[in-house]
């Protein structure tokens, strides 16, 4: 064979081959020619993902203000005497929360000190004096049921007093003041403790506000005569004589109540005494008083009655006043008041009656 017959026969052969791989290829791509591999691939045990998010409450935050005032926007203080005095501050409470991490209910306890006066020494509000309620939410109103202060923690907001603060949410304090009878006028701070727990007894927090609770009691006075003293009667005299009063008014006495609270001076003025019938007087300068000590002592220092207080009014509150001895510090005390009256010649007869006026002023200063 000669060598071009055997190079035609295989390009023959090459091209014969090209085309039934043309072919082959051309029915891979009909689908019904398509390899289809199946089987079941190997399959591990399941599994279970777990976690747990635990009770938190973080830190307390308390808005606003963080004082709890109670004279804040009054000028001249709380009476003393007085029960139930709320919180003065622009807000009328306090609102205790905690910070936004804080996902449990909790419960919420309050303790407090007691108030100590500024510069009267000795002189404190127990902080029994002092009581809060709440609604244990924000939601709710003032609440029903007070609760008194200790230097303990008194629990506010717990399952056993009414409900815990829910979490998420917040808790409006009220608080109140009783003012003891005859506390000096003074401003008075104390602290208070905020506590609280996660209801499952798991984490607490505690905020201490020191100095943050202040009241100051105003500058109070009670006078009044001794009710078993009135009327003063000088009984049924002749014109021409002298006499004190008698019975059993004799003396009297202007008495400081114990709401009092400062140094206090004693001053005295009456009216004319006159006929109900006839336009008849006894004058006012008729009648002298004395604040002698005993009825040994009277009647020396006498006094005549006026019927004006003194007519320099910045004379009220000295240290003189009517006498030196007038003023005193004793709460609930008695003044002895001696009177005596003259009736002049040919005065007409009748009953005659007039008033007579007591009037209590604070000291300048200390007569101590």
């Not at 003074?186 to 009241?215: H, K, P």
């Not at 006012?284 to 004395?290: H, R």
């Not at 001895?325 to 002895?336: I, L, Q």
Request: proline letters at 6%; a negative charge; glycine letters at 8%.
């Amino acid at each position: 064979m000669y060598p071009g017959f055997h190079l035609k026969n295989s390009y023959k052969l090459l091209i014969t081959v090209l085309l039934i791989l043309v072919f082959f290829g051309f029915l891979w791509q009909i689908p019904e020619f398509r390899f289809v591999i199946t089987g079941k691939m190997a399959e591990s045990a399941g599994t279970t993902g777990n976690v747990t998010v635990s009770g938190f409450i973080g830190d307390i935050n308390i808005t606003p203000p963080h004082l709890v005032n109670f004279t804040e926007e009054l000028t001249s203080g709380r009476q003393p005497g007085t029960s139930l005095n709320p919180k003065n501050n622009t807000y009328p409470y306090l609102t205790i929360y905690l910070n936004s991490t804080s996902n449990s209910p909790f419960y919420l306890y309050i303790n407090a000190t007691n108030l100590h006066a500024a510069s009267s020494a000795g002189y404190q509000i127990p902080v029994t004096n002092i009581s809060v309620n709440t609604s244990c939410n924000a939601t709710g109103g003032e609440p029903y049921t007070l609760h008194r202060l200790d230097t303990s923690l008194v629990a506010i907001c717990t399952d056993t007093v009414g409900q815990a603060v829910p979490a998420y949410m917040s808790a409006n304090v009220y608080f109140y003041i009783d003012i003891p009878h005859g506390m000096y006028n003074d401003t008075y701070t104390g602290n208070i403790t905020i506590w609280v727990n996660y209801t499952a007894g798991v984490g607490n927090a505690t905020w201490f506000g020191i100095y943050n609770t202040t009241v100051t009691v105003r500058k109070y006075i009670e006078a009044t005569w001794n009710e078993t003293a009135s009327p003063i009667s000088f009984g049924t005299l002749a014109p021409g004589s002298m006499s004190n009063a008698t019975d059993e008014t004799f003396p009297t006495s202007l008495i400081r109540g114990t709401g009092t609270n400062v140094f206090i001076d004693w001053y005295i003025n009456g009216t004319d005494l006159v006929n109900d019938t006839y336009a008849y007087k006894i004058l006012a300068a008729n009648l002298t008083y004395s604040n002698a000590t005993s009825y040994e002592t009277w009647p020396a220092n006498l006094t005549t009655l006026n019927n004006t207080l003194p007519a320099d009014p910045t004379d009220w509150g000295s240290t003189s006043g009517d006498w030196p001895n007038w003023g005193n510090r004793g709460n609930n005390s008695d003044t002895w008041v001696f009177f005596n009256i003259t009736i002049v010649p040919g005065q007409q007869p009748g009953l005659y009656k007039g008033n007579l006026t007591g009037r209590a002023v604070e000291l300048d200063e200390d007569p101590t």
